[in-house]
């Protein structure tokens, strides 16, 4: 007779060997989840709610307790928001130098005739520091001297999906964590009734780009480290609310009952993903209590709401952006916020408004918001695209620009970075980064720094390496634009 696979007497095979090994790491996670709950209680009664961090994180004081990342998803050109070239005006229609665009990458301009494309709008000098901001963005100038932007950003990926890949995981390689997930799993959550990682979507412009689930996976982590979707219209989360006839009394009797199943399982196979199973179930509890407090904004007065220019429950960016907030107050360690509609292969002048309509001033407000609540000195906001547009003309449904992935700009605010500031530069056209280059690794490394964590010294052991979320390449903390 084949031995039963639950029977622990039996010789074990190389996988149920590698599964034990692991249990380590499982049984730690699940007790921390559980701290507060009668299974740890005795063990752990003294510890704050929330998601432990792991063992030895973070490395030294964080400046930072939480992130959150506004994507504008297609890939803003900063050539109509904070990258002014003078002389690629003077240029406009004229042939494109091939000393600049000879051997480089180009998506859909390849082997066509490329000409200069100049700025569709007026650029303007403001706050403090000067920092040149377009008149596509007046919310945005109102808050210059809160932002640092980044004019020299470099990445690797010259399509949507794997330069999607590229900013969030760091590598194009699919199937590996995202840098909310490294953070999630790395520092823990200062709340156990909501997800530590949360993602918010919205849409409005032109040709918007799906974005793929595995952008806020975990990879090779435990899978309870991963992103949770917030839906923008409806419930949250589905199935948040209780089927009719079933109490909360009567709910938490049914997941007790599961966990207690789950955790005689787990004692038999030792696999860490059982206790990823437990946590989900506990957690789909905590958030059928504390997300329906969450998504009402009655307690919002009408002055937020306006300044936001949020309509609660509408799927809008600008409700993303409240929601943001709130998620910010209870303790949710990583917000990201995409917004899809900014590939602007076409009539570029026309979606650069409705994209900037419909974000520029809830940007505004969520900066202002935190700040006035005492909240931005612990928040790093990332603003940005998966990658910049061209500075040639891409005449497809009209003038429009392409992918480009040699220079474009982002920007940070808050926790100790130096608002009013620019960074780096690009040439006098536009097409290469040459002063003080900063690549999305070196992103990535500044941010965990900001968080506490030495990026060279943040690893999991994964197929016998030890994994990184800024890779083998050298990554550096940009440490010029923090104060």
């Not at 690629?88 to 665009?101: A, K, V």
């Not at 996976?217 to 989360?237: A, H």
């Not at 940070?412 to 999305?440: F, R, S």
Request: glycine share 12%; net charge neutral.
């Amino acid at each position: 007779m084949n031995p039963s696979p639950f029977d622990l007497s039996v010789e074990q095979s190389r996988r149920s060997f590698l599964s034990n090994v692991g249990f380590g790491l499982g049984s730690t996670a699940l007790a921390s989840l559980l701290a507060g709950d009668a299974l740890a209680a005795d063990s752990q009664a003294s510890a704050p709610a929330g998601i432990a961090a792991q063992p030895g994180l973070p490395h030294f004081p964080s400046r930072i307790k939480r992130v959150i990342f506004l994507c504008m998803s297609g890939g803003p050109s900063q050539f109509e928001t904070f990258d002014n070239k003078p002389e690629l005006s003077r240029m406009d229609g004229q042939p494109m130098p091939e000393s600049f665009t000879a051997g480089q990458p180009i998506a859909q301009l390849q082997g066509q005739e490329l000409r200069c494309l100049g700025a569709m709008t007026k650029f303007k000098k403001y706050g403090a520091g000067g920092v040149e901001i377009s008149d596509f963005l007046p919310w945005h100038a109102k808050m210059a001297d809160d932002i640092c932007v980044i004019r020299s950003m470099t990445t690797e990926q010259i399509n949507h999906d794997p330069a999607h890949t590229f900013m969030n995981t760091g590598t194009v390689i699919s199937g590996r964590p995202s840098m909310g997930a490294w953070v999630n799993y790395g520092l823990g959550c200062e709340t156990n009734e909501l997800p530590g990682f949360v993602v918010l979507s919205s849409v409005g412009g032109r040709n918007p780009q799906p974005i793929a689930s595995r952008q806020w996976g975990t990879g090779f982590l435990p899978s309870r480290y991963q992103g949770v979707e917030f839906s923008s219209t409806g419930d949250p989360v589905s199935y948040v609310r209780n089927p009719p006839g079933v109490s909360v009394g009567q709910q938490r009797q049914i997941v007790d009952a599961v966990a207690q199943l789950n955790r005689g399982r787990l004692d038999k196979l030792q696999d860490p993903e059982i206790a990823t199973r437990i946590s989900a179930y506990e957690m789909a509890y905590r958030m059928q209590m504390s997300v329906p407090e969450l998504t009402d904004m009655s307690d919002e007065p009408q002055s937020v709401l306006d300044m936001y220019g949020a309509t609660p429950g509408d799927g809008s960016y600008a409700s993303n952006c409240l929601l943001a907030r709130r998620l910010a107050e209870r303790g949710v360690r990583f917000i990201h916020l995409y917004h899809r509609g900014w590939d602007h292969h076409g009539d570029l002048k026309k979606f650069m408004g409705v994209c900037t309509g419909l974000t520029d001033k809830p940007t505004y407000a969520l900066v202002q918001d935190l700040k006035q609540r005492g909240m931005l000195e612990d928040t790093l906001i990332v603003w940005g695209g998966e990658f910049g547009r061209t500075p040639m003309f891409q005449g497809k449904g009209g003038v429009g620009r392409d992918h480009h992935i040699k220079g474009f700009s982002m920007w940070m605010a808050g926790g100790p970075v130096k608002g009013g500031t620019t960074y780096g530069a690009t040439d006098e056209l536009g097409y290469n980064a040459v002063q003080d280059v900063v690549h999305v690794r070196d992103l990535h490394a500044t941010m965990l720094h900001l968080l506490g964590i030495d990026h060279n010294h943040f690893s999991v052991k994964f197929q016998g390496l030890d994994m990184k979320l800024t890779g083998v390449e050298p990554a550096r903390v940009v440490k010029e634009v923090l104060a």
